[in-house]
């Protein structure tokens, strides 16, 4: 019992029922009870929950990325310009994207690593280089901003198969989501590279005395990171079929949000893989059930932000006692 | 109420004219607007206060949804919660057909009619949607750029204050098509919308090029444009011409600071389709014209004064 | 001890260290070794350098100058890693643990016991426990719960786990930074046991305190550094426990305090008569 | 001399020089040199630097605030509003602004404060609540998102020749920068409140235990933000003669990097006003600088992306030793 | 001792004070005092709860239950700025320190020296900075520069600062949380010293210290803490030293490691002679 009382992602567990608690009394008759409702919220929450998953590892590794929203663009632009303009086998252009990713997620960790600068600050520079250079790039080869034609793309079916398609009204995403939550967790609490990670955010200097590798743990799930968000860019050319320069722009703190609400501190060293999970579930059932509710979208944003700041508190009185270390 | 409509709804899809509650009485119906416009925007404010007005106009229920910023994969989402609510009718712009095509097809194919608004001229047929309101954005910057030509600038700018939403960049493109054909040159300026300071000094940075006319796609930068040309100066001299209408716009189209405005008469996108869904909905009746234009329309001035109370209103 | 001495390879060496921090030398020219089987105190002043020396020992600070030596091959240490890899184990007086992680995750932080097969190998969290549950109870500490934070402990018991952490692994030579500073007396003396123990195990150690009855009572040699730079070593042979205590500067100072002290006394009575 | 090199806007400076170099050298003839040109990116540089100088106090206190952007869309909304539909003296509504800020900067600081939650989800929530509340009351009013007509507001001359006047070509908003910089640089390092805020953001339980009012020190940094935007909100008000419901978009983050630029530490404790001063106005200059340089405007955000990363870099190599406490 | 105690006020008391954190009772049922002009040591093991007896004095923690007297009038601390408005000065075991902040700026933190008339008031830095220098002199520290940051001062000079800054403002209550534990003997001396010094000046002083030599020397009255309860309270006269020792759990064991020590050196010549 108290085993449980003390796990990171139990205020993430009340919050997810207390969110449906709400919503399906107040928007229950209006199609959030539904199949095709539950399908619209897992969506959103499968494709944020994978890259929350892999933001709240970094997070617990003591650093941030603002870059991924960038990168969901750049690599399904990259996807969609290789198809579009090249005529590449879309199973090719999914493999040079997630080279792409791994190569920025390996600079990004490098850059940080090296000269200590705060990851907030790099990230946020790859966040304003790759969007620049996504929408530069793009205009340059297109004269437009988004390039679609993908079903036409060599091998468009069995990519669909494995990243769009259906069963029953659910996204295949949301295997995905859950296959990934629980590689993740078990890598996190039950292996050796998990228990750096926890090292590594939690006292860097401790960490390195003892041997753990920091650099490389930092680095790691920095690719880590942008390798999540490039399977997201996939699954969105692959399902719109297309890619614009906006894309993602936003999912970077979305996923942030998703890591805290799970119990992820921000300043590193603790946190769950599920709890980020969870956390993207709320804000899928948030997202879609404002508008199950049918609130005016003038107020959407008050909506959030109440929810947000509810749900957080929730999260935190549930887990009974206020997070130590802050910011 | 809800089980009723949507029972029926693959009927009257499927065969309007015969719809089975042609002679009923006027029904509680539900209709459903997603755009990609956000609710800051101003353009797209009048669009929704047309549909607000419409809807108390034919006494039908309205929902209206748009993500919080430029993203087609959001706005998918929220096409695919509305019909999970299954309304009697459904109006959708559709910026990236290649996105959006999924989420709307599934709408069709759940016997919704849909109406498509603003963009999508092109695509519309195509998806299964019924009618076409609005213009194309190209064109209407096609029209901007005709008339900034006929004022006989050549060297010109076109502000865009949201790089990477397509419409805008249509805009700029037919624009700057349109003076290049006329044997002007140009480019595009980007500005940050939410800082008035930054894009007028960013305006009078561009002005020392040797600028001589000026395209803002919206009232926010048409706002600090207009207060660049103040400062440096050039007034009068740098032709200045904006898409939308909003009071400041229409009292410095009086008093002769901007040369004209480009209007789209945006308030009829979102009251239309309303109303015609609901006549569709009760009576199978609709247009057989496929689209209908909406613009562009210019205001100069000799027409801001008459335009001018309506924009109070948020209607022009 | 010259018997352990004499003309044997010492397990760890090194001959003119120095290191400065920008413009503070931290350590100028200090040599010093340690044999198989034997203490080596390292005594000194607050601010001497024993925790540099310590932390150039064991791979932290990279030295500006001089050699070191493990078992006569010359080695430059480039990592904590490297160190521990070639059988050093170090407790720093900054004590190298994560607030936030359980205790068992924390002894194990670096090297974790693994079970399974590659790629499926994990983190054997069952073993590790039954471990650290045995080695805490060795040195007398009741843990309620492996799992809880190291955070919510004593400055005491941290201290204790990371010295029975640094025990459990080490290897060849241990070194202990000031690790009884923080503890009781029988805390204290179940430490000493443990470095006796280690020594008897052949293992070489380096222990630097400032309680020279702890010193006195484990030390094998003595080291005396001032200001960064070595002021000889001593064998026990060589040196008086009061000769030890002088050389510690403060020898003097206690006695001094002593009679300063009954002075003040007679003072205070004084004073408090008059005010009262 | 050994002072000089220890101060933490030394690499500002630096940055500024740099910054400055580049574009004189590379955009010089296209008026960057020009007293015009000058005063442009001066004026973006006031308005920011105003923002930056109170955010830099707030992240040495320890706090985030990420509201402060959203603040200025409110603050300028209520102005515009309470004189256009009114009828208001804009002084009044000015005042009223003021006292909205100062509000909800108190309800920042004290939730932060009372729940111990970090301020970026506090304010992040707040951001949401704040920005949303202006669009939906400003639709609810007006029914547009944009309020002009300022300029027939009752008393506008006084407040133009206080906010929107210019000397010479100069804004008088840099005369404001310069004031309140010097101002809050005195009180940071020269009173027992600037030492207070050093202690509540370097070691808060430490600062504590020495008796500092740690909750009063860091709510009172929140409501100093707080105001600072709306200041901010009000020149660009008064400049522009009026509102709209997007405006200051962005501007926390834009605040946050010129103070990160200016030597302040995200983790708190350490930082300094003038630095934040200078990393404004390279903000401004680089914002500006592209646009002289005439570099394509696609190519922006890489442009920024790199001068930012690069100027980070040349701030933290002059500065001689990396920061210790990171992110 | 007698003299000082027999039916004066004590300037300190507590009665039944209890608190826990969470299911840890750190301290249950703990009564003491303190009388101007004497020195009361608190001895215990680790995790005896010294350091929560202490932050509950000086108003970091509030009790759950137990009456608190200052000078004979019951009161309940509600912050460390009430402490120290009534006179009590405390030297936390984890320094209360700002590591990025000035020497001379951390010393004076929570009490700025200030010049000028409202609202010009401001913080007297030149003042401030001849205060640090010469309080750090009485004391044997020699620093560079009063404005380095305290983060890169060592262990023991951080801790020197932190009793120098407690004894300068240290009105009639002296609390120091095991003061002596990370320094050498000869900045030790001085801080029993200061001690002393206090005392004369008639404070009363809470030592928590783990030195027995140390608290013999030092102390007049002896608290003696166990998981949370206090054992009793000894004056000086009442115990020998060597009873104090035993009573702090170390006596025996120390003895015993001396024997044990012995045996563990022969049974360590006999192997090393084998494995030669
Ligand atoms: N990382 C560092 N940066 C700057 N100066 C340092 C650093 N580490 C140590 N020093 C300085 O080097 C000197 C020696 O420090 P060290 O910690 O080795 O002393 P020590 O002998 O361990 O003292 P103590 O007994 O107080 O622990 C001190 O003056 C200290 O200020
Ligand atoms: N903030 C806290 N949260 C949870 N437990 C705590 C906290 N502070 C102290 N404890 C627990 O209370 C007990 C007493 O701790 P305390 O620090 O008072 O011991 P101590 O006598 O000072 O020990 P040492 O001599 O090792 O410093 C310990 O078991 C510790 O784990
Ligand atoms: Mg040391
Ligand atoms: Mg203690």
């Known amino acids: ?327 | ?316 | 001890m010259s018997s352990l001495e004499g003309g044997r390879v010492p397990l760890l060496e090194v001959e003119g260290l120095a290191r400065s921090f920008g413009k503070v030398a931290a350590l100028e020219d200090v040599s010093m070794n340690v044999h198989a089987g034997e203490v080596m105190c390292v005594l000194g002043d607050n601010g001497a350098g024993k925790s540099t020396l310590i932390k150039t020992l064991s791979g932290v600070h990279l030295p500006d100058r001089g050699i070191m030596r493990i078992a006569g091959e010359e080695v430059r240490l480039k990592s904590p890693r490297e160190a521990r890899d070639r059988g050093i184990a170090t407790v720093y007086q900054d004590l190298a643990m994560v607030p936030m992680l359980s205790i068992v995750r924390n002894f194990f932080l670096g090297a974790e016991p693994m079970k399974g097969v590659w790629p499926f190998r994990w983190f054997d969290l069952g073993a590790a426990d039954a471990v650290v549950r045995t080695e805490l109870e060795k040195m007398g500490i009741r843990v309620r719960n492996t799992s809880e934070a190291v955070g919510t402990l004593s400055g005491g018991e941290r201290q204790s786990i990371a010295i029975a952490r640094a025990v459990y692994f080490g290897a060849r030579v241990l070194i202990l930074d000031e690790p009884t500073s923080a503890l009781g007396v029988k805390q204290a003396g179940i430490v000493l046991r443990y470095v006796a123990q280690a020594r008897a195990r052949g293992c070489g150690v380096i222990l630097v305190t400032h309680n020279p009855h702890h010193a006195w009572l484990i030390g094998d040699r003595f080291t005396i550094l001032n200001r960064g730079r070595s002021q000889g070593t001593f064998s026990k042979d060589q040196i008086t426990r009061e000769e030890l205590i002088q050389r510690m500067a403060g020898g003097r100072e206690l006695e001094e305090l002593t009679h300063e002290l009954g002075e003040f006394k007679r003072e205070t009575t004084a004073r408090v008569a008059v005010s009262s």
């Open chain 1, 1 to 327: 019992m108290r085993r449980i009382l003390n796990r990171p992602e139990l205020g993430a567990a009340c919050g997810v029922v207390a969110v449906w608690l709400f919503f399906a009394s107040y928007a229950g008759g209006s199609g959030f009870l539904s199949q095709a409702g539950a399908a619209t919220y897992l969506e959103i929450a499968s494709e944020l929950g994978l890259l929350a998953v892999a933001v709240s590892m970094l997070m617990i590794a003591g650093e941030f990325d603002l870059s991924v929203g960038s990168m969901i663009a750049a690599c399904g632009m990259t996807i969609s310009l290789l198809c579009d303009r090249l005529g590449w086998s879309l199973w090719a252009a999914i493999a040079v994207a997630a080279v792409l990713a791994l190569a920025v997620g390996l600079l990004n960790g490098l850059v940080v690593t090296r000269t200590k600068l705060p990851s907030f600050i790099v990230t946020l520079g790859t966040l304003f280089i790759l969007s620049g250079a996504t929408i530069g790039v793009t205009r340059l080869v297109t004269g437009r901003t988004q390039v679609g034609g993908l079903r036409q793309a060599l091998h468009y079916a069995s990519a669909e198969t494995l990243f769009a398609s259906r069963i029953g009204v659910f996204s295949v995403s949301i295997l995905w989501w859950i296959g990934i939550t629980v590689l993740a967790s078990w890598v996190l609490l039950r292996t050796r590279f998990g228990n750096w990670i926890f090292g590594a955010g939690g006292a860097p200097d401790a960490a390195r005395n003892l041997g753990v590798p920091v650099a490389r743990v930092k680095i790691a799930m920095f690719m880590t990171t942008a390798l999540c968000a490039c399977l997201i860019a996939t699954f969105q050319a692959v399902k719109f079929t297309g890619s614009d320069v906006l894309r993602g722009t936003g999912k970077e703190l979305e996923a942030i949000l998703a890591a805290v609400l799970g119990g992820t501190l921000l300043t590193g060293g603790h946190g769950s893989v599920l709890g980020a999970a969870l956390g993207a579930l709320i804000f899928g059932m948030v997202q879609q059930g404002i508008v199950f509710a049918g609130v005016d979208s003038d107020w959407y944003k008050v909506f959030l932000g109440v929810m947000l700041v509810g749900a957080v508190l929730v999260n935190t009185y549930v887990r009974g006692r206020m997070v130590e270390a802050r910011r």
């Open chain 2, 1 to 316: 109420s809800k089980s009723e409509p949507s029972a029926q709804a693959p009927q009257s899809a499927q065969a309007p004219s015969a719809a089975a509650s042609g002679a009923a009485p006027r029904k509680n119906l539900t209709i459903a607007v997603v755009t990609h416009g956000q609710a800051s925007d101003t353009f797209w404010s009048v669009v929704k206060n047309g549909v607000n007005n419409a809807a108390q106009d034919s006494g039908v229920t309205v929902t209206y949804n748009a993500p919080q910023t430029f993203d087609m994969v959001a706005m998918s989402r929220l096409i695919d919660a509305e019909v999970a609510k299954k309304p009697d009718g459904l109006v959708v712009s559709i910026p990236d057909a290649e996105a959006l095509s999924r989420s709307i097809r599934a709408a069709v194919d759940a016997g919704i009619p849909v109406i498509s608004i603003n963009s999508g001229a092109d695509v519309y047929k195509g998806l299964g949607v019924l009618l076409h309101v609005g213009q194309t954005e190209y064109e209407a910057g096609v029209g901007g750029g005709e008339k900034m030509a006929a004022t006989g600038v050549k060297n010109v700018l076109c502000v865009n204050h949201e790089v990477g939403n397509a419409s805008l960049d249509l805009r700029c493109k037919g624009f700057l098509d349109a003076v290049a054909k006329a044997g002007g040159t140009g480019r595009v300026l980007s500005v940050n919308a939410a800082d008035p300071t930054d894009s007028q000094q960013k305006v009078s940075a561009a002005l020392t090029g040797g600028v001589d006319g000026i395209l803002t796609l919206g009232p926010l930068s048409s706002n600090a444009a207009l207060a660049a040309l103040r400062q440096g100066g050039s007034l009068g001299k740098v032709k200045l011409g904006t898409f939308d209408l909003t009071p400041d716009v229409l009292s410095g189209i009086q008093g002769g600071e901007l040369e004209f405005a480009i209007d789209q008469q945006q308030y009829l996108q979102g009251y239309l389709p309303i109303v015609l869904l609901s006549q569709y909905k009760q009576f199978g009746v609709l247009p057989a014209g496929g689209v209908l234009p909406t613009g562009p329309g210019f205001v100069t001035r000799e027409t801001a004064s008459r335009v001018i109370e309506l924009s109070k209103q948020g209607i022009r």
